[in-house]
């Protein structure tokens, strides 16, 4: 069974919109991380984000929030106000035991001028 | 700004070669990761040690990869002999595990790798 489930492959956005990226999750641990990562075209990837299953606040990076629904296992990605620069592939990611992650298979985000 | 460095940024080679990758994590970091990114399979995490100790390679094929840390600054890992299907990106990824965001990883660049 897929532990991370991402089911928008592409997503178009107009600039200065906001929008949501989708992630779902399965564990049975009750200690876990959430993880958001962007990559961008030229190729690395970027830490964006951060939510601990204990944490009873949703998390935020400057424009970039996590709407983290316990009860319905989701992690979604809230990007503000979407630039240019913001498109790329985004990665959520499942942290359930020691610091190994696992990944899902990636939403690629395109913004429209 | 502490980065995460691999070398080469990219390699061609053909098939039988040897491969060596390298990897220096970010500096006070005690976990480094390595994982290969296809179109076919995604992010796959092929092995990762802390504190220079290998603790998990499960995902590496066993015959032909090899992954060590020599020391706190350096992480290889090797393919030998290569083969077409090893094409990919090889990511370095490093961490402190006593960081409150226990898990965040920094990655490199990436080696991208082209057998033929």
């Known amino acids: 069974a897929q532990k991370i489930t991402q089911t928008q492959p592409g997503m178009f956005v107009q600039e200065k919109e906001a929008v949501t990226l989708d992630c779902t999750y399965d564990t049975s641990d009750q200690s876990y991380g959430l993880f958001w990562y962007k990559q961008p075209s030229s190729g690395e990837m970027i830490f964006l984000i951060y939510q601990g299953s204990y944490d009873e606040q949703n998390a935020t990076e400057g424009r970039y929030s996590l709407n983290f629904q316990k009860a319905r296992k989701s992690a979604n990605l809230v990007i503000s106000a979407s630039q240019l620069g913001d498109s790329a592939m985004y990665f959520c990611a499942m942290r359930e035991q020691y610091e190994k992650l696992t990944f899902g298979t990636g939403t690629r985000l395109t913004i429209i001028p | ?116």
């Open chain 2, 1 to 116: 700004d502490a980065r995460v460095t691999q070398t080469p940024r990219h390699k061609v080679t053909e098939m039988g070669q040897e491969v060596t990758m390298r990897c220096q994590p970010i500096l006070g970091h005690n976990t480094v990761f390595w994982y290969r990114q296809t179109m076919m399979q995604g992010l796959e995490l092929l092995a990762y040690f802390r504190n220079r100790a290998p603790l998990d390679d499960s995902g590496m094929p066993k015959d032909r990869f090899s992954a060590e840390m020599p020391d706190a600054t350096l992480a290889t890992l090797k393919i030998q002999p290569s083969e077409p299907r090893d094409s990919a990106v090889y990511f370095c990824a490093s961490g402190l595990l006593a960081a409150a965001r226990i898990g965040t990883q920094y990655f490199g660049p990436g080696t991208r790798l082209l057998v033929l």
